[in-house]
Each structure stands twice: as structure tokens, then as C-alpha cells.
């Protein structure tokens, strides 16, 4: 069939008054349900799931990116105003974006992250028409030696994300990759680390630990000064303002950050298994060492958000390739969008888009239409979520606080799981009073469990250990991984011979 009449079928498919609807309902369940702590999109994906088996394949295709690409959007909204990262991908996003809006610029802050998103989306989105085989080709080549020497780079990430001390940046990190290895053994199925206690029979879920260190640790903190509670004080004092065309403007000034974060996350997105958690770290990581104030990251400059949010939202496209080429989920989510077609029928694998081109090139137009919805409903939507800042402290940290533990209860629908929520909470805030970075000991969490499966694969497909070494991509990210330290002491030890004299 000529492209043309490919094109033109998917575009009367989409732009069907069902399809449109669909999608618009699907971003704003996305965007909405990644604003909660504690509710991923991953959760937003599956709830939605049931509803498109009415559907037909693009309409329901359609829909779930739809909720995919707002999810992405949403986990800056409680990032920013609560610095409470509504998703592991909004993990970077809380560094600058919650310190800008607590100087009184929530508003500015809400803007660049959805300007950034955007932005990200459409990048990733051009990428996936131009380059999805390609890089699919290079995506599956990735062995366990190179998945593991990734997770490894992504780790050494934390030393730039340390403030002032790179060791404590570091112990948090190790101390994160414990907590990682604690419950059952993934592989034999022993014990690991429980000491007898039934509360760690099961390990700590990652979510727990990113709710109960971000979340409750931050609430704890808001409600120090009893004196403010009664008054009801709000989080943010002063007038709000959201000008956000005039925001698009200062993230277009920044087009190489925009266009390097936004690669970042599409590289990252299209590797199975690693997604929006460890792109957006990177991104802002980058986005720190090619800036000429990296010293400003983490005091609220729009640099940080501009990288975190575009790095995030351009997994979408990302995690695309390697199932729309080669029939291999890139995330969780993807795995979920590949059963939905499957439901519908679809047989997907390396000849999807030659049996099923009109659905393919409608999910390539879905993601673009997609992005241009998030974009709409969150410009008419933020001038009212800007407003949570301007509740007291006294309605808005016990509300929170129940949604974190409701975020929390649902993922396993365990009451060991609230005990262990207070726990990880209250262990969160002494850190941040030691001055102890928390980023690191999430990041550690997160990762550790790829990175101990893929190091057990590796060690059991060949007990060689210098195929490390040897293997070219491999090599190459362990080498990044060294050089990502050695530049970050080597900045560390000059900054500190520029204070001291």
C-alpha cells in the first residue's frame, strides 16, 4: 500500500471524534494519577487497560499513550510544588524545580517542566519515525556485561548529585544497593538480610522507599515550627504568577540542553529496562557538567528542569523502538501497551510494521497529538493547581500524607507496607538533618536489583569476568563511569582550594 494512503488511513482513524475524546480522557487520568505520590504510570497504564478492549487496536493504542506521555508530564506537579517526586522519573526534577517554586516562583517553575516535556516528547517522537530501527538493532546487541556496566555508570551519576561531600554521596548510594538486596533472593528464592523480622520478608519496595524518603521525611520537615501550623501558613508565601508563554521562550534559549537531555532520554528509554528513572537522572547530570554554573544545580535554576522533564518525557518515543522494531518491551509500560495489541490481535515482533503499517505510523501520529494534549490541559489546568501552594500547611501535609499512604497500600496491598512507609520516613529525615543527600540512597534502590540480576546472568553465561572489560560498549560506559567520578573530585578539590586561600 503507498504511503500516502498509510498515512492517510491512520490520520482518519485517530482524528475520529471516539479516538480524540479517548486520548484526551487518557491524558488527563495520566497526568492527574502521576501528580499523586505513590500512583506511577505504570499503574495508570494497567487501570486503563481493560477499557480498550472495546476499543479497536489504534483507538486503544491511542489511549494508552495518551495516558503514558501525561504520566510522564505529571510527576512534576508534586515535584515542584511539594518536592515530592510523583514518580521515579521526577526524581531530578525535584533538585531545582521545588527549590524555584519555594523562592516564590511555583508558577515558573510548573512552566518550564511542561515546556520542557513537550519539548522532550516531540524530539523523542521525531526520532522514533526516523531512527527506530537502527537503534533497535543496537538496543538488543546489549548483553548483561553492558547492562550492568550502565547501571554502574547511572550509579557514579550520584557523585555529582553529592552537594558538598562526595563520600556521603556515596555511602547513601551503597546503602541503597543494600536496602535493594534485603527479602527474597530474585533468583534462588533464600532469604536475604531479614534477621527474622516478617515486615522484611518481602524486601522494601522501591516505591515505599521513594515515598517514605521524599515524602514523609519532607512533611515531617514542614511541620517543625508548630507556630506556623497554627497561623496556617502556607507552603509558599507571596503572589503566584504563570506566564508560560513567556517560560517557552526561556526553554527555547536553551536549545542545547533541551536537545542533549532530550537525546539522553531517548537513548536510555529505547534500552529495555532502564527508562524515565535513570534518564532523567543522567540528563540532569549532563545537563550539571556541561554548564558554566554548575555550582547553581539544586538552588532552583531552570536548567535543571529543563534537562530532568525533557529527559523524562522523551522515554516515551524511546521505549517505542525496540518494541515497534523488534517486538521487545523497553519498560514495564511498553509490555503493557504490547499486551494490549495483543489483545486486540496485533502479532507484534520485527514484522509489526510491515503487517500493521497503518497502526504503527498512527501510534508515530498519536505520539505527537498525544504530546499537544498534555501540552493544552496542563497550560489551562496549572493556574488551579498552583493554588495547592496557598493552602495551609495544617490541610495540605495530612492530605499528602494520606494519599502517600494510600500510593503506598496499593502497590501490594500490604499493612507491612505502611509500617515499613513510617520506618524509611523517619530514617529519611534524620538523614537530611546529617546533611546526608537522599537522591543517591533512592538511585541505589532503583538500580540495584537490575544490576544484581544482570551481573548473576552475566557470571553464569560465561565466567569470564574481563568480558567486562573487553566487550567494546561494555568498556566504553565503565570508562564514562570512571571519568564521572574522577571530573566530579577533580571539580570538588578545585572548588575547595578557590574558598581556601
Not at 338 to 364: C, H, K, T, W
Amino acid at each position: 500500500m503507498p504511503m500516502t494512503d498509510v498515512l492517510l488511513g491512520s490520520v482518519e482513524q485517530l482524528f475520529s471524534l471516539a479516538t480524540l475524546v479517548s486520548m484526551m480522557i487518557g491524558v488527563m487520568a495520566g497526568v492527574i494519577a502521576a501528580a499523586i505520590p505513590g500512583f506511577t504510570i505504570t499503574m495508570a497504564i494497567v487501570l486503563a487497560l481493560p477499557v480498550t478492549f472495546t476499543m479497536s487496536p489504534l483507538q486503544g493504542v491511542a489511549t494508552m499513550l495518551a495516558v503514558y506521555v501525561g504520566g510522564g508530564s505529571g510527576g512534576l506537579i508534586s515535584a515542584a510544588l511539594l518536592g515530592i517526586p510523583g514518580t521515579p522519573s521526577a526524581v531530578a526534577t525535584t533538585f531545582d524545580a521545588y527549590p524555584m517554586a519555594r523562592k516564590g516562583e511555583p508558577g515558573r517553575a510548573l512552566a518550564l517542566g511542561i515546556w520542557a516535556s513537550f519539548f522532550g516528547a516531540l524530539i523523542s517522537a521525531v526520532v522514533l519515525i526516523i531512527a527506530a530501527p537502527p537503534l533497535a538493532l543496537i538496543a538488543v546487541k546489549l548483553g548483561p556485561w553492558e547492562y550492568f556496566s550502565l547501571i554502574l555508570f547511572a550509579v557514579t551519576v550520584v557523585a555529582s548529585l553529592v552537594g558538598k561531600s562526595v563520600l556521603k554521596g556515596l555511602m547513601m548510594s551503597l546503602l541503597g544497593l543494600f536496602i535493594a538486596t534485603v527479602g527474597q533472593d530474585p533468583m534462588m528464592g533464600v532469604p536475604r538480610f531479614t534477621f527474622g523480622i516478617d515486615v522484611l520478608a518481602a524486601g522494601i519496595p522501591f516505591l515505599v522507599m521513594l515515598i517514605g524518603i521524599f515524602a514523609v521525611s519532607q512533611l515531617a520537615s514542614e511541620v517543625e515550627n508548630p507556630t506556623e501550623m497554627k497561623q496556617g501558613q502556607a507552603l509558599v508565601g507571596g503572589k503566584m504568577h504563570f506566564q508560560p508563554f513567556g517560560v517557552m521562550r526561556e526553554v527555547l534559549s536553551r536549545p542545547g540542553n533541551l536537545l542533549r537531555s532530550s537525546m539522553v532520554g531517548v537513548v536510555i528509554g529505547a534500552v529495555p529496562g532502564a527508562g524515565g528513572s535513570i534518564a532523567n537522572l543522567i540528563a540532569y547530570d549532563q545537563a550539571k557538567r556541561a554548564s558554566k554554573t554548575p555550582e547553581l544545580f539544586g538552588t532552583g535554576i531552570a536548567d535543571g528542569v529543563v534537562a530532568s522533564e525533557s529527559g523524562n518525557s522523551a522515554t516515551a518515543g524511546g521505549g517505542l523502538i525496540p518494541m515497534i522494531a523488534l517486538g521487545i518491551p523497553g519498560s514495564a509500560v511498553d509490555a503493557v501497551l504490547m499486551a494490549a495489541l495483543m489483545v486486540q490481535g496485533v502479532s507484534v515482533g520485527p514484522r509489526l510494521i510491515m503487517d500493521n503499517a497503518e497502526l504503527v505510523y498512527g501510534m508515530f501520529l498519536a505520539m505527537f497529538l498525544a504530546a499537544g494534549m498534555v501540552l493544552v490541559f496542563c497550560l489551562i489546568s496549572m493556574r488551579w493547581f498552583i493554588r495547592i501552594t496557598e493552602i495551609p500547611k495544617s490541610i495540605i501535609v495530612p492530605v499528602v500524607l494520606v494519599c502517600c499512604a494510600i500510593g503506598a497500600l496499593a502497590l501490594n496491598n500490604r499493612i507491612t507496607d505502611l509500617y515499613l512507609l513510617v520506618g524509611v520516613g523517619l530514617v529519611g529525615y534524620l538523614l537530611a538533618k546529617l546533611d546526608y543527600p537522599l537522591a543517591p540512597l533512592v538511585l541505589g534502590v532503583i538500580l540495584g536489583p537490575i544490576a544484581e540480576t544482570n551481573l548473576r546472568r552475566a557470571l553464569m553465561a560465561d565466567e569470564n569476568w574481563t568480558l567486562f572489560f573487553t566487550r567494546p560498549i561494555s568498556a566504553m560506559l565503565l570508562l564514562l563511569a570512571v571519568l564521572s567520578v574522577a571530573l566530579t573530585v577533580r571539580r570538588l578539590l578545585k572548588k575547595r582550594r578557590t574558598v581556601s586561600p
